[in-house]
C-alpha cells in the first residue's frame, strides 16, 4: 500500500521558517518524483515545485523561487518542504504528492496535509 | 507559464442532472490534462488522466474529453456523493498547473 505521511499541523510567527515533511511508503521513493501543492483557506491548488529523490534535482514555481527548499532523506524515505520568509498569505494547507506509477506529473498518492498559520 | 482557465467557477445542479466543466489552456498541451475532486477537508482524487483515460476505480459516469487547449468533464448521471469542487491540471510542462476550481452545489 503507498502511503504519504506528512507532519503536524504548525503555527509559526511572521518571517519565520516552516519546514513540513512527507514519508513516503509502498514504493521505492528514489524512483519518483515528490511534488509539493499550496492551498489557500477556500482556494485553488497551487503546484510549487518538485524533488527528484533520486539525485535532489528541484524545479520550484516561480512564485516561490528563494523562498522555498525541497530535499529528500533517502535514509528514511522521507521528503522535505522548507518555506521561508513566512507571511500571512503563505496561511495555508500542504500537500506532498508523488507522481508514482506514471512518472509524468499525475497525482494519484497524496498527503493528508500539513496545515500551516501564520500569526504574531 | 501555461494558464488553467475552468468554467464555471461554480454550479448549481440536481441528483440525477448532466453536468460539464470545461477547462482551457493558454497554450497547447496535446492531452496532458488530469482532473481532480476534491472534497471538504480532504486531498484532491485523480478522476481523469491523459485527458480521457478513468482512472482506476472511478465510477463510469465520469468521462473527459479534449486535446489541444480545450478540455471538457462530463458527469454523465450526478449522484449525492459528486457534490464537491473539481480542478484540472495540466502536466505538460513544469509549473505543473491547476484550474481555479469548480465547485458543484445542489
Known amino acids: 500500500e503507498v502511503l504519504l505521511v506528512q507532519s503536524g499541523a504548525e503555527v509559526q510567527k511572521p518571517g519565520a521558517t516552516v519546514k513540513i515533511s512527507c514519508k513516503v511508503s509502498?514504493?521505492?521513493?528514489?524512483?519518483?518524483?515528490i511534488h509539493w501543492v499550496q492551498q489557500a483557506p477556500g482556494k485553488g491548488l497551487e503546484w510549487m515545485g518538485l524533488?527528484?529523490?533520486?539525485?535532489?534535482?528541484?524545479i520550484y514555481a516561480e512564485k516561490f523561487q528563494g523562498r522555498v527548499t525541497m530535499t529528500a532523506d533517502t535514509s528514511t524515505d522521507t521528503a522535505y518542504m522548507e518555506l521561508s520568509s513566512l507571511r500571512s498569505e503563505d496561511m495555508a494547507l500542504y500537500y506532498c504528492?508523488?507522481?508514482?506509477?506514471?512518472?509524468?506529473?499525475?497525482?494519484?498518492?497524496w498527503g493528508q496535509g500539513s496545515l500551516v498559520t501564520v500569526s504574531s | 507559464d501555461i494558464q488553467m482557465t475552468q468554467s464555471p467557477s461554480s454550479l448549481s445542479a440536481s441528483v440525477g442532472d448532466r453536468v460539464t466543466i470545461t477547462c482551457r489552456a493558454s497554450q497547447s498541451i496535446a492531452s496532458y490534462l488530469n482532473w481532480y475532486q476534491q472534497k471538504p477537508g480532504k486531498a484532491p482524487n485523480l478522476l481523469i488522466y491523459?485527458?480521457?483515460s478513468l482512472q482506476s476505480g472511478v465510477p463510469s459516469r465520469f468521462s473527459g474529453s479534449g486535446s489541444g487547449t480545450d478540455f471538457t468533464l462530463t458527469i454523465s448521471s450526478l449522484q449525492p456523493e459528486d457534490f464537491a469542487s473539481y480542478f484540472c491540471q495540466q502536466s505538460f510542462t513544469t509549473p505543473y498547473s491547476f484550474g481555479q476550481g469548480t465547485k458543484l452545489e445542489f
Open positions: 524533488v527528484d529523490p533520486e539525485d535532489g534535482e528541484t
Open positions: 491523459a485527458a480521457s
Open positions: 509502498g514504493y521505492t521513493f528514489t524512483d519518483y518524483d
Open positions: 504528492a508523488t507522481d508514482y506509477p506514471s512518472r509524468i506529473p499525475t497525482f494519484v498518492f
